[in-house]
């Protein structure tokens, strides 16, 4: 299975812009990459995924770098709650089941 | 709330017992997906399964197994329990098995192996 590779934390102010990193050098081109975050005492919830093109939703966006072997998470402007564990993920296009979440990296936003 | 329903929320034993974990997918769902977390582990994937039938298959030990349901819910065996499985255990569901799927997780089920 493809790995993905994530800072072990970052900071970000209130109200500023986040990129997190995901670096995914092996991915293969049936790999879809999908973000989750997981709160604190809460089951993972899911961001955003893509395939080969930036993505947007309400909750974030999806940058996808051209050779797709790194892509980054982008909250617009953090609020306090979206401190949480972030993942990047990769799910085979015929079966999502043995994806691996990595380590993750843990956001704190300060006031 | 991710419409993925998990029971019981907390779970006490001692080692060597034997527990059931119960998973009920969202609406429509056919797919579940069961996953432990452990401080020093991570998220690991244990197995999935897809109406009824076993999908795949990741770091699942012997001591444990589990099933499908023809209404879809999905129970995740633990025996001969050691410590070292206390951990929070994960179902996550989605209506198909495809890598563009979005995955919906449950609360958790917490359990405590004393």
């Known amino acids: 299975d493809a790995k993905t590779t994530q800072p072990n934390s970052m900071e970000s102010n209130e109200e500023e812009p986040v990129h997190l990193p995901c670096n995914h050098s092996t991915i293969s081109g049936t790999d879809y990459i999908h973000w989750y975050r997981q709160l604190p005492s809460q089951g993972p919830e899911y961001v955003i995924h893509g395939l080969t093109s930036n993505v947007n939703n309400r909750m974030a966006s999806l940058a996808i770098a051209e050779d797709r072997k790194s892509s980054t998470l982008i909250l617009h402007r953090a609020t306090l709650r979206d401190a949480a564990v972030y993942y990047c993920i990769l799910r085979d296009w015929t079966n999502a089941g043995k994806s691996t979440f990595g380590d993750g990296t843990t956001l704190t936003v300060k006031p | 709330d991710s419409g993925v329903t998990q029971t019981p929320k907390h779970l006490i034993t001692a080692t060597g017992q034997r527990v059931t974990l119960r998973c009920s997918p969202r609406?429509?769902?056919?797919?579940v997906y069961w996953y432990q977390q452990s401080l020093d582990q991570g998220l690991q994937f244990l197995i999935q399964?897809?109406?009824?039938?076993?999908?795949a298959k990741g770091n699942i030990l012997e001591r444990f197994s589990a099933q499908q349901f023809p209404d879809l819910h999905s129970e995740l065996n633990l025996s001969s329990l050691e410590l070292g499985d206390s951990a929070l255990y994960f179902c996550a569901s989605s209506v198909a098995t495809e890598g563009r799927e979005t995955q919906y997780f449950g609360p958790g089920t917490r359990l405590l192996v004393l």
């Open positions: 399964y897809y109406n009824g039938e076993e999908r």
């Open positions: 609406s429509g769902d056919l797919s």
